[in-house]
């Protein structure tokens, strides 16, 4: 059974740093790809990066305070995120494609989720 966990949320002021982590089982990662989504209450969901064997690691968002990383040994995955702005705030998710083992190009393409953790960036 597939499960992704994700940790690491919190309160932070603005300029701060979080790692998120997520944990995965019932898989392995080495031949997947895994990506985070985040959400505002009232938006869409939007990609942040995702990270696959075959791709390497993809950005969507494009500012460079974020990257992602892969720990095969521990099949987790984390996002490190620096120089926190407010609009940084969201519930962020992991989840895998149920289609592909690549990223993919539609957050509809994404099967499996985590029940997410917060991040508040906030002075």
């Known amino acids: 059974q597939v499960q992704l966990v994700e940790s690491g949320g919190g309160s932070v002021q603005p300029g701060g740093s979080l790692r998120l982590s997520c944990a995965a089982s019932?898989?392995?990662?080495?031949?997947?790809?895994i990506g985070w989504v985040r959400q505002a209450p009232g938006k869409e969901r939007e990609g942040v990066a995702c990270?696959?064997?075959?791709?390497?690691s993809t950005y969507y968002e494009a500012s460079g305070r974020f990257t992602i990383s892969m720990d095969n040994a521990k099949n987790t995955v984390y996002l490190q995120m620096n120089s926190l702005k407010p609009e940084d705030t969201d519930v962020y998710y992991c989840?895998?494609?149920?289609?592909?083992?690549?990223?993919?190009?539609?957050?509809?393409?994404?099967?499996?989720w985590g029940q997410g953790t917060q991040v508040t960036v906030s002075s």
């Open positions: 990270i696959s064997y075959s791709d390497g």
């Open positions: 019932g898989f392995t990662l080495d031949y997947y790809a």
């Open positions: 989840a895998v494609p149920g289609a592909t083992m690549r990223c993919p190009g539609l957050i509809s393409e994404y099967y499996y």
